[in-house]
């Protein structure tokens, strides 16, 4: 499961961070993996963006977004003062080599077929990056709460969203809900 916050909702937009997980109906628990380390890339995925970078290639800032950010909580608006933004080439080849090690097999999970993939796709095209994963593979997650729509509010329930519009946590309670859904329809 991905999970971007951004700039603006349009493919084009300033990406402010990624956070990523590796998800099944059948691991154990809540079905994620987050204790594994490969290549010094730890489980799960997180990486936040340099801002500048993305302005200067001419990707969008919406001005309602932004209003939108001022008033979402401290502990969401904190990506904003980091000092670990990455550039997007650096920042999308982490990315490659951590989906390759962690998500084979695995299909490529996010919030919306037109919101989070067609920004990654963007990002990787304007860094001048392949992505490693193909088209086949994305899934939406939005979809599925549409399809089960009780089992999507009882799995809300059980879980909470301790910093919403964090990505990283975004990703961990979308994985967690799509693994109770997921669970239940097999």
Same mark, same amino acid.
């Given at each position: 499961m991905i999970d971007f916050e951004t700039l603006?909702?349009?493919?084009?937009?300033?990406a402010v961070s990624l956070g990523a997980v590796i998800f099944s109906p059948s691991f154990k628990g809540?079905?994620?993996i987050t204790t594994l380390?490969?290549?010094d890339h730890p489980l799960p995925f997180s990486v936040e963006f340099h801002l500048e970078e993305q302005l200067r290639r001419g990707?969008?800032?919406s001005g309602d977004t932004l209003r939108w950010w001022m008033q979402q909580p401290p502990e969401a608006r904190k990506v904003f003062a980091s000092d670990q933004q990455l550039f997007l080439q650096p920042a999308l080849g982490l990315f490659n080599r951590w989906l390759p090690e962690t998500s084979q097999g695995f299909?490529?999970?996010?919030?919306?077929a037109d919101f989070d993939i067609p920004i990654l796709l963007s990002l990787y095209e304007i860094a001048g990056v392949?992505?490693?994963?193909?088209?086949? +593979?994305? /899934?939406c997650f939005r979809t599925l709460k549409e399809l089960h729509p009780k089992l999507y509010e009882a799995a809300?329930?059980?879980?909470?969203?301790?910093?919403?519009h964090d990505a990283l946590q975004d990703a961990l309670w +979308?994985? /967690?809900v799509a693994v109770d859904i997921l669970r239940k329809v097999a």
């Amino acid at each position: 499961m991905i999970d971007f916050e951004t700039l603006a909702t349009t493919p084009d937009a300033v990406a402010v961070s990624l956070g990523a997980v590796i998800f099944s109906p059948s691991f154990k628990g809540d079905g994620i993996i987050t204790t594994l380390n490969y290549d010094d890339h730890p489980l799960p995925f997180s990486v936040e963006f340099h801002l500048e970078e993305q302005l200067r290639r001419g990707r969008r800032v919406s001005g309602d977004t932004l209003r939108w950010w001022m008033q979402q909580p401290p502990e969401a608006r904190k990506v904003f003062a980091s000092d670990q933004q990455l550039f997007l080439q650096p920042a999308l080849g982490l990315f490659n080599r951590w989906l390759p090690e962690t998500s084979q097999g695995f299909d490529l999970w996010a919030n919306g077929a037109d919101f989070d993939i067609p920004i990654l796709l963007s990002l990787y095209e304007i860094a001048g990056v392949v992505p490693v994963h193909k088209f086949y +593979q994305h /899934r939406c997650f939005r979809t599925l709460k549409e399809l089960h729509p009780k089992l999507y509010e009882a799995a809300k329930k059980k879980h909470q969203n301790p910093v919403k519009h964090d990505a990283l946590q975004d990703a961990l309670w +979308q994985a /967690r809900v799509a693994v109770d859904i997921l669970r239940k329809v097999a």
